[in-house]
């Protein structure tokens, strides 16, 4: 359990600003003004902590207009917007590159190159984003700087694995009085989500292809990666993964935008559990070592087990509770046998802690003892185990009598016509440790 809760400590604070961690933000579309003013705040947040100026920060300007039907007009216009405004930055250096993903999916057929137009036509409109002449000084200095690039000398980018049809992701509600959105496990996307959803491995395809030049600069470049269209956060999941990659020489920070709080919440949700698993998996290597690795988890279980909660039983080392240890004989090489008494130790007095049966926590399990049918083990909240006594006298069993363990099962229902087990519906299992189940 501490192992756990460190994990997720640690996780929740690669999206904490206020956090020496903080790696990535996730925010909500609204207004150009708006994105353009927490775009600012995050680039002072990062020029604070590295101690640089503005326009020594890389920033990649990703907008995936792959499904624009998924997209609202006034969002589209703010993306637009915003792309131009960063991109055409004075201030920047020629460090920031665009990356605009053009339409592949409308539900009208032959209206693919219609759609590619109006999305030319958003761009040139309200981000002023135009064909570069020769004389421009502004392409010329981000072409010095990106030339070297996978995604400018080349023009395409390593191969990537698609998504599966169960792999498409459901963004759900995760306020508390929200209803499931599906009464079932699995679910369908539509061809519109199918082709937003590029996955992690093609966005870390994409990463690799816009970013492998800068890996050879002399010093580390620090490198700010703005989604306009975070959606179901598969940009998100690539850029912690290259954050995480052991030969990973950039300095690497995200700010993503989703469509709403709540998309936004789920997505912050999502992103938090993955990095919380991969710490446990040992996919990421922990900001912070974790405690104990996972081998001695049951170990420190027992024993805090013990620690807490003594039972309520008499041990005894023989059957009849008395007797003195039996002498041995030693074999001397040479010579003859002698015995040889063994040291005595006086028999240790454990102290038994009694409770009553109304002060034990709530009860999450019960077994009855097959060595003394008098004796219950009772498995309560907070990993308390307790032994009930339900007899009149004392009672005894010997030292290392198994109380409990791991062994075969059934599960069973009621007969139709009366609360006893129907032996035809039973489901049998057989549990080997703490992992099965």
């Not at 503005?54 to 589209?76: D, F, K, M, R």
């Not at 984003?129 to 020769?134: D, H, K, Y």
Request: charged content about 25%; overall charge negative.
């Amino acid at each position: 359990m501490q192992r756990q809760a460190e994990a997720q400590k640690q996780a929740k604070t690669l999206f904490d600003l206020a956090s020496a961690n903080w790696v990535a933000s996730l925010e909500v579309l609204g207004s150009a003004n708006e994105v353009m003013h927490r775009v600012k705040a995050i680039l002072n947040k990062i020029q604070s902590s590295f101690r640089m100026q503005g326009q020594e920060i890389y920033a990649l300007i990703v907008c995936n207009w792959s499904s624009p039907s998924l997209i609202t007009s006034h969002a589209q216009k703010s993306q637009a917007s915003v792309m131009g405004a960063l991109v055409n930055d004075a201030n920047s250096s020629g460090r920031t590159l665009g990356c605009v993903l053009e339409p592949c999916h409308t539900y009208s057929k032959g209206q693919l190159w219609k759609q590619e137009e109006l999305m030319h036509k958003s761009m040139c409109r309200h981000g002023r984003v135009v064909f570069p002449t020769a004389d421009d000084d502004a392409y010329n200095r981000t072409w010095q700087q990106w030339r070297q690039c996978q995604i400018l000398s080349k023009g395409l980018f390593d191969e990537a694995t698609a998504l599966k049809s169960s792999e498409f992701k459901t963004i759900e509600d995760c306020s508390e009085d929200a209803l499931p959105c599906s009464t079932t496990l699995t679910h369908n996307a539509n061809a519109a989500e199918k082709c937003a959803q590029l996955g992690r491995d093609a966005n870390l395809s994409m990463l690799r292809g816009a970013l492998g030049s800068l890996s050879s600069k002399t010093t580390k470049p620090v490198v700010l990666i703005v989604d306009l269209f975070a959606h179901t956060g598969d940009l998100a999941l690539a850029v912690l993964k290259e954050k995480f990659n052991p030969g990973m020489s950039i300095h690497l920070h995200y700010l993503g935008f989703h469509a709403s709080e709540m998309e936004a919440e789920w997505a912050k949700q999502h992103h938090v559990e993955h990095v919380n698993q991969c710490f446990l998996n040992d996919e990421f290597k922990p900001l912070v070592p974790l405690p104990g690795p996972p081998d001695q988890l049951a170990t420190e279980f027992v024993e805090a087990a013990r620690q807490s909660h003594d039972l309520d039983i008499k041990i005894t080392d023989e059957k009849d509770g008395a007797g003195p240890p039996s002498k041995r004989r030693r074999v001397q090489t040479g010579g003859t046998s002698q015995p040889v008494n063994p040291v005595e130790t006086p028999p240790q007095q454990d102290e038994i802690q009694e409770f009553d049966i109304s002060e034990i926590p709530a009860l999450c399990y019960e077994a009855r003892v097959t060595a003394a049918p008098k004796l219950v083990l009772k498995v309560t909240i907070g990993h308390g185990v307790f032994l009930e006594n339900q007899g009149d006298a004392d009672e005894s069993i010997k030292a290392g009598v198994v109380l409990c363990g791991f062994y075969k099962g059934k599960f069973w229902s009621p007969d139709s016509t009366s609360e006893e087990p129907s032996e035809k519906s039973d489901v049998l299992f057989r549990l080997k440790s703490h992992n099965d189940g």
